[in-house]
Each structure stands twice: as structure tokens, then as C-alpha cells.
């Protein structure tokens, strides 16, 4: 079957702007993660949902970036006022129910590039 | 707070060789680990994890890890090393979440594994 998608694959944007980024788990995954990685890094947690509702925002680095996931299938990560030191990789996973032993699929990720 | 470290940004290895990756964490109970692989263009994949019992863990495309609490590592291993295994490697060590019910996974900075013909 289809796995995780991510839309766009390449953003670029200029400080300041609003941008959106879009995932699209596998269909029937109750729980989603959001990830940052910055380059020469590994992936940073950002967020998870279970459903449509935010279990942990904890990763969040500050009130610019927020998530949603209004009908507990895609989820978009919003980023606003965007800074150069937003530029990354963001990526998306999702799981089957979000239980600690299940294994977690993670789509190709959007890179996004802020001038 | 959990760490991971990965102390070789880059390895090289020849065609056929054996390949050893190292990973170190830092984490009070024990663990939940994991090794991911990442080529350029693809998302991350999950190669194995380790979660309780047997220390040596057998994953994909012909890995295994073996789990050493006293030396609190968890190093992945292949004994011959194909030239489509060039790629970014990742060790990481999961967290339960304070929510309950999931984990987290801390990941190391990365392994990039360099195959020469």
C-alpha cells in the first residue's frame, strides 16, 4: 500500500512569510509525528497526534510553529513569520496506534529553505 | 535526559567487507533501541529496534545489533557490506511520553557509510 506522503517536497520561502506543510499518513495510522532535521543532524521531535487531537507538543521550539490534524487523517504543519533558522527537513510518521512497540513510518520529508 | 552519541560522522568501507557502526546512549531505565537507515531522497527506515530479551537483534537487508547494558551501546553490524548500503545511519533511544502510551525516539547525529567497489 501507499506509505507516508509529504507535500511539498521543496519549499522555499523568504523571511517573514507563512508557510504550510502537508502529511499524509497510511491510511487507518491513528498516530502521527511531526520531525525537525537540520542539516548534519538527526531528526528532532516536534509533535504527535493521536487522532485529532495533540497528545505532545512538547517539541515545539517556540508559539510560531503550530500543527493540525482536524480530521484524525492528514495533518499540516504551520510555521509562521518564518526565520532562516527555520530552514530544515520536516518530516512525517505515522504508526498504527501509537503504542510504544509498534514501528513508526516516515515519509520522504519537505525540505524547506528560508532566505 | 536521554542521549545518543554516534562518535563516526563518516565510515568507509570496501565492497564485501564487514561493517560495524557505533552508538552509545544515555538513559536511565532500560532502553528502547533503534538503528534507521536514510538514503538520499527516502524516509527514514526502520532496520531494527530492540525493546526487552535477546541482546542480539536481527533486522533487514542482512543487519543485526547487539545490546551491551554494561558498556550502555548498541552497535549494528553486517558482515558483508553491499554497495546499495551507502547511506545515512542513525542510532536512536526512545522515550516514553509523559502523555502515556507512546515514545519518542532521541536520535544520534548520524553515521554516513561511505561503500568503495
Known amino acids: 500500500g501507499a506509505g507516508v506522503s509529504q507535500t511539498p517536497s521543496n519549499k522555499v520561502t523568504e523571511k517573514g512569510k507563512y508557510v504550510e506543510l502537508r502529511c499524509d499518513p497510511i491510511?487507518?495510522?491513528?498516530?502521527l509525528y511531526w520531525y525537525r532535521q537540520s542539516l548534519g543532524q538527526g531528526p528532532e521531535f516536534l509533535i504527535y497526534f493521536q487522532g485529532t487531537g495533540a497528545a505532545d507538543d512538547s517539541g515545539l521550539p517556540n508559539d510560531r510553529f503550530f500543527a493540525v490534524r482536524p480530521e484524525g487523517s492528514v495533518s499540516t504543519l504551520k510555521i509562521q513569520r518564518t526565520e532562516r533558522g527555520d530552514s530544515a527537513v520536516y518530516l512525517c510518521?505515522?504508526?498504527?496506534?501509537?503504542?510504544?512497540?509498534?514501528?513508526?513510518?516516515f515519509g520522504p520529508g519537505t525540505r524547506l529553505l528560508v532566505l | 535526559a536521554q542521549s545518543v552519541t554516534q562518535p563516526d560522522i563518516h565510515i568507509t568501507v570496501s565492497e564485501g567487507a564487514s561493517l560495524e557502526l557505533r552508538c552509545n546512549y544515555s538513559?536511565?531505565?532500560?532502553?528502547?533501541l533503534f538503528w534507521y537507515v536514510q538514503s538520499p531522497g527516502q524516509g527514514l527506515q526502520l532496520l531494527l529496534k530492540?525493546?526487552?530479551?535477546?541482546?542480539l537483534v536481527q533486522g533487514i537487508k542482512g543487519f543485526e545489533a547487539e545490546f551491551k547494558r554494561s558498556q550502555s551501546s548498541f552497535n549494528l553490524r553486517k558482515p558483508s557490506v553491499h554497495w546499495s548500503d551507502a547511506a545515512e545511519y542513525f542510532c536512536a533511544v526512545g522515550e516514553s511520553l509523559a502523555s502515556g502510551g507512546s515514545y519518542i525516539p532521541t536520535f544520534g547525529r548520524g553515521t554516513s557509510l561511505i561503500v568503495h567497489p
Open positions: 538513559y536511565g531505565a532500560t532502553p528502547y
Open positions: 491510511s487507518g495510522h491513528t498516530a
Open positions: 530492540y525493546f526487552s530479551g535477546d541482546t
Open positions: 510518521a505515522s504508526s498504527p496506534s501509537g503504542l510504544a512497540m509498534e514501528t513508526q513510518y
